[in-house]
């Protein structure tokens, strides 16, 4: 049962464009939401992240938008550039009442590719 | 300087095999994790430790055992190796502050081909 989906597996965009890349939860409980880049071969870079009391998170070229409502979460990265291609994954995390680590949930990821 | 490192980067063994993965990290984090990726790319979280003690266990077969002999390292181990073992290992940090939403930085994983 996936709790975090990413439903396109692939997404081409144009240099200088805008990439919207988005992500679906199913579960209520997930407060804190990441947003992580790979390239082949490396490990998953933590990009930008959201908890559920901000509706938008915005760092630099990279803003993230959370409706709770929806379950949805979309990344939005403006203007792409070409070394912005790479793997892209959603995360979810909740906060056990008593606090403590948890594990991440993550999507299965949607592949970016910036065409020049 | 390298933040969350693990050995080796390739591991290629035999069914039934006993092996061993290093992590390492230096950010001076109090939790580690280690997640596995799989044949269809999913990343799902294994193990996680904070200050050396077992937080989260999935259900992972016990063949496969975490050992942290500070809060530095947490290295896995796993006894007799199979096939579908096979996959990209990945260890995980985060600072462990209590509330538990926080970002984990993760290592360049390690690819392990069980043949």
């Known amino acids: 049962d996936q709790q975090v989906k990413q439903n396109s597996p692939s997404l081409s965009v144009q240099e200088g464009r805008i990439s919207i890349l988005n992500c679906d939860y199913t579960?209520?409980?997930?407060?804190?939401f990441l947003w992580y880049k790979k390239y082949p071969a490396e490990g998953p870079t933590f990009l930008i992240s959201i908890s559920s009391i901000k509706d938008k998170n915005e760092d630099g070229r990279f803003t993230v938008f959370l409706n709770k409502s929806a379950k949805h979460l979309s990344l939005h990265i403006v203007p792409s550039q070409p070394g912005d291609s790479a793997v892209y994954f959603c995360?979810?995390?909740?906060?056990?009442?008593?606090?403590?680590?948890?594990?991440?949930?993550f999507g299965k990821g949607t592949h970016l590719i910036i065409q020049p | 300087d390298t933040a969350v490192s693990q050995t080796p980067k390739y591991l290629v063994t035999q069914m039934g095999n006993d092996k061993s993965i290093k992590c390492e990290q230096n950010?001076?984090?109090?939790?580690m994790y280690w997640y596995k990726q799989d044949s269809k790319k999913f990343l799902k979280i294994m193990f996680s430790y904070n200050n050396k003690e077992l937080i989260i266990n999935e259900t992972v077969p016990n063949r496969f055992s975490p050992k942290s002999p500070d809060k530095a390292h947490l290295n896995l181990h796993i006894n007799s190796l199979e096939l579908g073992d096979s996959a990209v290992y990945f260890c995980?940090?985060?600072?462990?502050?209590?509330?538990?939403?926080?970002?984990?930085?993760f290592g360049p994983g390690t690819r392990l081909l069980v043949l």
């Open positions: 995360a979810a995390s909740a906060v056990y009442s008593g606090g403590g680590a948890d594990g991440l949930t």
């Open positions: 579960n209520s409980m997930f407060d804190y």
């Open positions: 995980a940090s985060s600072q462990g502050l209590a509330g538990g939403a926080e970002t984990q930085y």
């Open positions: 950010l001076g984090h109090d939790t």
